[in-house]
């Protein structure tokens, strides 16, 4: 190892890349199930993991005025049974938003050009973006009084900040990654089984595969992608409260960035592909992490961006994407 | 390979039916607000450049069927190449109308470079690519700043000059009648395109892309022109509007909204109409930087102003006026207000 790298920097950064590449793993499935099913690049999916992180901002908010937690100790104390409240609760708001959409926006547009249903995936999108805006205005005490709607909000830490490697490690890992990995870990392990070994799940996988055989097959299709867009947006929903309690900030456009991340770790992995999203998204996350720490954070992005068009053009079918790729 | 003899027959007029009268208007607008002062003609000169930037838009969207995600990035690189060759503290000042000249060719290049590897990807993943373009450049722009004065934005730049004379005093009139004027000429131009061989071929690759290629049609070169062209107009309309306000702005001007806003322009009008867009950037741009700041006034002027919270200034409705015109329009009416096929003739 070159001693201009420091392995105690580098095994932090590799920390910080693991377990923000599970989150955008979680956003990505989203991507990947909608794109297995009907082909449609869902615009909005990012912006809806940012409306699940402002409800968990707003649920955080009301229990403390409700006096069920103390915001003196925030960050100290850890809030177990809330944290597993929100990610249920988010998780299903979000689902039930995602499959609305759907509802309204998407299934007009079946039948029409994939193009069409982009655009009005993006004008989603920017609906979204605006009822963030809008939401980030409430006259609450944890989005500021209301005054800054669009100003960045900070998100409490639900649980305990203290370093588990003892005080005097550089490397800090504390209870919020470990808390990533304990609800990422069986919500993708629970999607293999149910894709795997459910009705539903085999419906799934053969709309995927192909959409006028599965219809013939006795495959009700409008019921497999009401499913679709219900589990990833649960998943996606689940996502936003673990991502605002590890970065502890939470602001109404962070679902673009957060939705591009995701979305090039879909293509990454392969699009179309579970376990393809799932390594994708750890790839994406620690390439940010490497190149906020050696490039200059400043480049981040135009480091993730240049990779979404490399693998695009040198390589659609991502990484673990091949002919006979298992779709959702 | 010939021409066809159906559009030998018939030269199509410079311009169609539905344009003269638009222009028409546009040119009566300044003296009908002789007489009464609407202040509309200021704002209006942004509506030219959105225009601009639609028709260019346009050609790739409309004419040749590739949804275009990032032609923000192009009037962010006109912009900087207006501001680069022309501002005093660079070295070259070559002045406006070089200036433009240049803007107008770097633009067209950089649409090429981002076509050559990127033309036979699908549809979809097209669109991304050229929106990870746009997010792209606002990073360089930003990031690079020996050569682009970064977050600060090049300034001041210089105004418009005839034959060495200067410009006819600094009015809004001025600017209006000159933007008019490239407008026209654009269209004309662009209009001329529709009606040749690469107007054809678009089409055809639009249609079937299969098919063309069976007519002995390359795709791949066609969809580059249009990729040219849309960049180009594009990097125009965006030299216009960092002369007109005199500055290139910050990088982050250039960002996602702003394609959309473009986007908006082509789909509302109508999607493969030259009048469509001109209508369809006076609807967006009207809306966006005439109706929203009016009724942002009317409210201060009502006593309003004083609480004025997040749900009383109208600009906090543009996301969702875009994204409402995008879906809607997907949903009742994706051919536009000006569709296509009911334009000509």
């Known amino acids: 190892m070159p001693d201009w790298i420091d392995s105690d920097v580098l095994i932090q950064q590799l920390l910080l890349g693991l377990s923000n590449g599970m989150i955008i793993a979680l956003i990505a499935l989203g991507y990947t199930m909608v794109y297995g099913i009907i082909e449609l690049i869902n615009f909005a999916h990012g912006d809806l ?14 229990a403390m005025n409700c006096g069920l937690i103390d915001p003196a100790l925030m960050g100290e104390t850890s809030h177990w049974w809330l944290l597993g409240t929100l990610v249920l609760v988010c998780g299903i708001f979000c689902g039930g938003v995602n499959l609305a959409i759907d509802h309204l926006a998407y299934k007009p547009l079946r ?60 490397v800090v890992l504390t209870w919020n990654d470990i808390v990533i990995f304990a609800v990422t870990i069986p919500l993708m392990i629970a999607l293999t089984l149910f894709v795997k070994f459910t009705k539903l799940g085999m419906a799934m996988r053969a709309t995927a595969q192909n959409v006028t055989a599965a219809r013939l097959m006795g495959v009700d299709v409008n019921k497999v992608i009401a499913a679709t867009f219900a589990i990833g947006g649960f998943l996606g929903g689940a996502a936003s ?81 091949l002919k006979q790729r298992e779709k959702v | 390979m010939t021409t066809s003899p159906v559009s030998q027959t018939r030269a199509a007029p410079l311009l169609s039916r539905g344009q003269c009268i638009l222009f028409g208007c546009l040119l ?73 000249l240049a803007a107008l060719l770097f633009g067209a ?62 009015t809004p009139k001025s600017w209006y009648f000159l933007f008019l004027g490239i407008l026209l000429l654009c269209t004309v131009l662009v209009r001329n395109l529709e009606h040749s061989r690469i107007g054809r071929q678009w089409f055809a690759v639009r249609e079937d892309e299969l098919a063309a290629r069976c007519m002995a049609i390359r795709p791949d070169r066609v969809k580059l022109v249009a990729l040219a062209v849309g ?10 509007l960092a002369s007109l306000i005199s500055s290139t702005g910050e990088p982050g001007n250039y960002d996602f909204q702003i394609s959309i806003l473009a986007l908006c322009i082509v789909i509302v009008g109508g999607i493969g109409s030259m009048t469509g867009v001109i209508v369809g950037a006076i609807v967006m741009v009207g ?54 096929e009911a334009e000509e003739r």
């Open chain 1, 49 to 62: 993991f940012m409306l699940g992180s402002f409800l968990a901002l707003t649920l955080v908010g009301a």
């Open chain 1, 111 to 170: 039948r029409a050009s994939k193009l069409s249903q982009l655009v009005a995936a993006i004008g989603v999108s920017f609906i979204i973006v605006n009822i963030g805006l809008f939401w980030g205005g409430l006259p609450m005490e944890v989005f500021g009084g209301g005054g800054a709607a669009a100003a960045p909000k900070d998100f409490p830490s639900l649980v305990s900040d203290a370093n588990l490697l003892g005080e005097e490690s550089f």
């Open chain 1, 241 to 321: 409260v673990l991502y605002a309690n590890y970065n502890s900030t939470v602001s109404f456009q962070m679902g673009f960035r957060a939705g591009m991340d995701a979305f090039t770790a879909a293509v990454l992995g392969g699009i179309g592909s579970l376990p393809g999203a799932m390594l994708g998204g750890l790839l994406i996350g620690m390439v940010r992490a490497m190149s906020d720490q050696f490039v200059g954070t400043e480049w981040t992005n135009v480091v993730v961006f240049s990779l979404l068009v490399l693998i695009l053009i040198f390589r659609p079918t991502g990484l673990l994407g």
């Open chain 2, 28 to 100: 009566a607008l300044p003296f009908f607000e002789m007489l009464f002062d609407l202040g509309l003609s200021a704002p209006t000169r942004f509506v030219f450049v959105f225009a601009i930037v639609g028709i260019g838009l346009n050609v790739v969207v409309g004419f040749t069927g590739l949804l275009h995600l990032g032609i923000a990035a192009f009037m962010a690189i006109g912009a900087y190449t207006f501001g680069i060759l022309t501002c005093t503290i660079y070295p070259f000042q070559i002045g406006f109308w070089p200036g433009l």
């Open chain 2, 109 to 170: 290049a950089a649409g090429a470079f981002l076509g050559a590897p990127t033309l036979r990807l699908r549809g979809d993943y097209l669109a991304i690519v050229t929106l990870g373009f746009g997010e792209i450049v606002q990073d360089l722009l930003k990031n690079l700043e020996p050569i682009t004065k970064g977050t600060q934005g090049i300034n001041p730049l210089p105004t418009p000059w005839f034959f060495g004379a200067p410009f006819v005093s600094d």
């Open chain 2, 231 to 240: 960049g180009g107009l594009a990097a125009l309309g965006g030299a216009m």
């Open chain 2, 287 to 340: 809306m966006n930087s005439i109706l929203l700041p009016l009724i942002g006034l009317k409210l201060q002027q009502a006593g309003i102003g004083t609480t004025m919270s997040v749900y009383l200034a109208p600009d906090n409705y543009k996301y969702m006026l875009f994204g409402l015109t995008l879906v809607l329009m997907m949903r009742f009416r994706p051919k536009g207000i000006v569709a296509a």
